[in-house]
């Protein structure tokens, strides 16, 4: 069971409305975006969102958002972002980017299309941990879950994250940054495909319920819970419903969207897959 439920959810864990606040493990004291993690993870930001900035990316780019802004089709759009990744970032160049002679390897090629394809492949892999602590280190969520669960920094497990992470990012170029860049471009593009939209409904399939980290239990099919700093979700409850026993419906804020499926070329392996950006989350449980 979860070590964290509606039993040990006091009083003083709550927002002025009344609402469970994002549990001080799961969330660090800084972060590299415009709103603290405490209120960014938090119920009261699922219900009413605004925009997510990571620092200094959107001034920094300025010369793409431009250049995009007068594009009319996604399609096109995609393929100028990507040849501005190539070409920022070197991604086929990585003597450019400072590496010595004969170090261009695996490593030098790694990108953030690599992290994203990895992640797609396994959630619990080397990529897959490269993306969680990016989550962490830029939103100030801490990852919960990777191939064991992650309670205390320090431990065994924290460890074993930890190294992962940072064998995923030894020897790339600027990989964070990338990823950066990757979500600043999800947002450009939610804007501009869902100009009035500030939710979308997505679904996730589960096995064990019961050992997920349950802040609260509402009425029947409702729950407050806990999810990992990143998780895959789909616009499909038919395709959600082929990975669990269970299948969770969410409304998730535009702004905590990572990536999807459609934002690039072959990107992602899924159709519908949303990856989405963790914290707390009033869900529903669906009917397959």
């Avoid at 020897?171 to 500030?198: C, H, I, V």
């Avoid at 939710?199 to 029947?220: C, F």
Wanted: charged share 25%.
């Amino acid at each position: 069971m979860s070590d964290i439920s509606a039993r040990t959810c006091r009083a003083s864990d709550k927002d002025a409305e009344g609402c469970p606040t994002l549990p001080r493990l799961a969330r660090l004291p800084i972060n590299r975006c415009n709103l603290p993690a405490d209120i960014l993870g938090g119920l009261t930001y699922q219900r009413h969102p605004t925009p997510l900035q990571i620092d200094g990316v959107a001034d920094l780019h300025k010369p793409l958002w431009a250049l995009l802004d007068d594009i009319p089709g996604d399609s096109e759009r995609a393929q100028r972002f990507a040849d501005y990744m190539e070409s920022h970032f070197r991604l086929k160049q990585p003597e450019d980017a400072g590496l010595a002679a004969g170090q261009s390897g695996r490593r030098a090629r790694a990108s953030y299309l690599r992290v994203v394809r990895g992640w797609a492949f396994d959630s619990e892999s080397r990529e897959a941990a490269v993306l969680k602590g990016w989550v962490e280190s830029r939103f100030g969520l801490c990852p919960r879950h990777h191939g064991e669960p992650l309670r205390e920094p320090g431990s065994g497990a924290w460890q074993r994250y930890v190294e992962m992470r940072a064998q995923g990012l030894r020897g790339t170029n600027a990989l964070e940054s990338q990823l950066d860049l990757l979500y600043a471009y999800t947002q450009y593009e939610l804007a501009r495909q869902f100009p009035q939209r500030t939710h979308l409904r997505l679904y996730r399939g589960v096995n064990r319920l019961a050992e997920h980290e349950t802040i609260q239990d509402h009425r029947q099919g409702e729950k407050v819970l806990l999810l990992n700093n990143i998780n895959s979700f789909s616009r499909s409850r038919e395709r959600a419903g082929e990975f669990g026993d269970d299948l969770l419906a969410v409304d998730v804020p535009l702004p905590k969207l990572a990536f999807f499926s459609q934002l690039l070329p072959d990107m992602l392996r899924g159709e519908d897959e949303y990856v989405v950006i963790g914290g707390l989350y009033r869900v529903r449980l669906a009917r397959f």
